[in-house]
Structure formats: structure tokens, C-alpha cells
């Protein structure tokens, strides 16, 4: 089964940048759509960005505007943030599945779950 390893969250003054990473274990993620998630304090969860793992085809959120970069070097997928806004607080979770490209920022397509790495965005 795999298991997912969020690493990179923090904390940054508006217009920063972080760089988070997610790193399978216990399975290759070759056959797997990737997405990141984000859940701020008193909101749901909402689709990032994510990527089908074979055919690197990516996938943003409208609010992302170009700031977030989603890649894969080997076995980590990262999602790159740059030009942070204090909106962008949440806990950041990156999530494994079989997604098809229409479901891709949908959670409930997702089965693998990591914990999560909190970015805190200050004004």
C-alpha cells in the first residue's frame, strides 16, 4: 500500500515562496495520478493542483493564477509556491490515486492520503 510523506511547509511574508514535497513509499506511484490539496481552518478541503504520473498532463486551480508549479523529479512530486498570499494558509496534503483527467481536483477520486504540512502566509 502506498504511503505518502508531505515535507517543505512553513512559514513566509506575502510574495515568498516554498517548496513542498511529497515522497511515496511502499509503492511505486508510475500508475497513479498525483494532486495536491489544501484545507485552511474552517473551510473544506479544496483541489490544488495534480498531475496523471505517466503523461505529466497537469491540472490548476483557477485561484492558483500561475503561482503554483506541480512537477516530478523521480519518485517526489513538489508543488512550488511562489508569490504567496495570506489566502494560501492551509494544511497541505498531497494525495495518490487512479483519477481519471476530469477528476483530477476532486478529493474523493484520491485513495492514498499524507498527513499533511502546514504554510502559514503573513501579511
Known amino acids: 500500500q502506498v504511503q505518502l510523506v508531505e515535507s517543505g511547509g512553513g512559514s513566509e511574508e506575502s510574495g515568498g515562496s516554498l517548496t513542498l514535497s511529497c515522497v511515496p513509499s511502499?509503492?511505486?506511484?508510475?500508475?497513479?495520478?498525483v494532486g495536491w490539496f489544501r484545507q485552511a481552518p474552517g473551510k473544506e478541503r479544496e483541489g490544488v493542483a495534480a498531475?496523471?504520473?505517466?503523461?505529466?498532463k497537469k491540472r490548476y486551480a483557477d485561484f492558483v493564477e500561475g503561482r503554483f508549479t506541480i512537477s516530478r523529479d523521480g519518485a517526489t512530486v513538489r508543488l512550488h509556491l511562489s508569490n504567496l498570499k495570506p489566502e494560501d494558509t492551509a494544511m497541505y496534503y498531497c494525495?495518490?490515486?487512479?483519477?481519471?483527467?476530469?477528476?483530477?481536483?476532486?478529493?474523493?477520486?484520491?485513495?492514498?492520503w499524507g498527513q499533511g504540512t502546514q504554510v502559514t502566509v503573513s501579511s
Open positions: 498531475m496523471i504520473v505517466t503523461t505529466d
Open positions: 511502499g509503492g511505486p506511484l508510475n500508475y497513479y495520478a
Open positions: 494525495a495518490a490515486g487512479y483519477v481519471g483527467w476530469s477528476q483530477l481536483l476532486m478529493e474523493g477520486s484520491y485513495t492514498f
